[in-house]
């Protein structure tokens, strides 16, 4: 089992920067390719970002290519996701995923484990 706690969100006008961290416990971190989804109010869960176990790999929605930028350090290192330029459609609860098997995947039922989630609220 491996519990993913997700934080660092908050609130940001258009234009600021966020950087969210998911800590997990449990399994070795290193086992599982990381993903970032996130979930706005009255639509489905979306696909954000991804890195693979060694962090060489990473795959981004386009929607945030060249804003959000994934990653990861050793086993016990956080994985991050920095946001730049926010925009308010970038509003959502952000969720932390990990996935045993599948690497680079944007499909949310690829993922064995989730956070809570964290707020990002970006104003106008």
């Known amino acids: 089992q491996v519990q993913l706690v997700e934080s660092g969100g908050g609130l940001v006008q258009t234009g600021g920067s966020l950087r969210l961290s998911c800590t997990a416990s449990g399994r070795t971190f290193s086992n599982y390719a990381m993903g970032w989804f996130r979930q706005a109010p009255g639509k489905e869960r979306e696909f954000v970002a991804t890195?693979?176990?060694?962090?060489?790999?990473?795959y981004y929605a386009d929607s945030v290519k060249g804003r959000f930028t994934i990653s990861r350090g050793n086993a016990k290192n956080p994985v991050y996701l920095q946001m730049n330029s926010l925009k308010p459609e970038d509003t959502a609860v952000y969720y932390c995923?990990?996935?045993?098997?599948?690497?680079?995947?944007?499909?949310?039922?690829?993922?064995?484990?989730w956070g809570q989630g964290t707020q990002v609220t970006v104003s106008p």
């Open positions: 995923a990990a996935a045993r098997l599948k690497v680079n995947s944007s499909r949310s039922d690829d993922y064995d484990y």
């Open positions: 890195i693979s176990r060694s962090g060489g790999s990473t």
